[in-house]
């Protein structure tokens, strides 16, 4: 399986930012971001291919940024704006090919 490392996690207050980082063990054609609310399924944020497609989570479109350094196996989000729904547990996913989840990191947006 694919080794994922998250950071970047935090508390903040809403209009702040925060970058989610996560270092992986080797490139996969797909990586993404999730996120997991309390009570709520765990949903798509953005996602991005190895040729640097991109897709956002309508909630989140013109706030957050995804991006992927291929040489390094990294994938970052850069979150702006955040809003106190934003609140969630973050997940980056590899693959396709294959799927391995990180662990999950909290990001905290409130006043």
């Known amino acids: 399986q694919v080794q994922l490392v998250e950071s970047g996690g935090g508390l903040v207050q809403p209009g702040e930012s925060l970058r989610l980082s996560c270092a992986a063990s080797e490139n996969t054609y797909l990586m993404g971001w999730y996120r997991q609310a309390p009570g709520q399924q765990r949903e798509l944020v953005a996602q991005i291919t190895r040729g640097g497609i991109t897709a956002y989570a309508n909630s989140v479109q013109g706030r957050f940024t995804i991006s992927r350094d291929n040489a390094k196996n990294a994938v970052d989000l850069q979150m702006n704006s955040l809003k106190p729904e934003d609140t969630a547990v973050y997940y980056c996913?590899?693959?396709?090919?294959?799927?391995?989840w990180g662990q999950g990191i909290q990001v905290t947006v409130s006043s």
């Open positions: 996913r590899a693959g396709p090919p294959g799927i391995s």
